[in-house]
């Protein structure tokens, strides 16, 4: 079992910074891929940015390359999300995952690569 609890999220006008961080905890160890999704009501949850916690290899969606930076902490068992340059699009409910099956086939992006998944963080961008 691995828990994930997210903070950081909240308000901030167009242009700013958020710092979200995914505290995970139980059987870690095992963990192969971390990510960020996000979702908006009445839409599917899509993939945010990812890291390989093995090689600490990183993958961004289009939508956010250059804006965000994830990035893992292992001595804490975190994995942050560096935002900047928030946009009013950027707003929705943030949610950390984890992957500890290490399937093939599944990209970084699509949710069923991801069996735990954390309660997420709401970010709101105001224009």
């Known amino acids: 079992q691995v828990q994930l609890v997210e903070s950081g999220g909240g308000s901030v006008q167009a242009g700013g910074s958020l710092r979200l961080s995914c505290a995970a905890s139980?059987?870690?160890?095992?963990?192969?891929?971390m990510a960020w999704f996000r979702q908006v009501p009445g839409k599917e949850r899509e993939g945010v940015a990812a890291i390989y916690t093995g090689s600490g290899s990183t993958y961004y969606a289009d939508s956010v390359k250059d804006r965000f930076t994830i990035s893992q902490d292992n001595a804490k068992n975190t994995v942050n999300l560096q935002m900047n340059r928030l946009k009013p699009e950027d707003t929705a409910m943030y949610y950390c995952?984890?992957?500890?099956?290490?399937?093939?086939?599944?990209?970084?992006?699509?949710?069923?690569?991801?069996?735990?998944w954390g309660q997420g963080t709401q970010v709101t961008v105001s224009s």
């Open positions: 995952a984890a992957d500890t099956k290490g399937s093939y086939g599944p990209y970084w992006y699509e949710r069923v690569r991801y069996n735990y």
């Open positions: 139980g059987y870690t160890y095992s963990t192969k891929y």
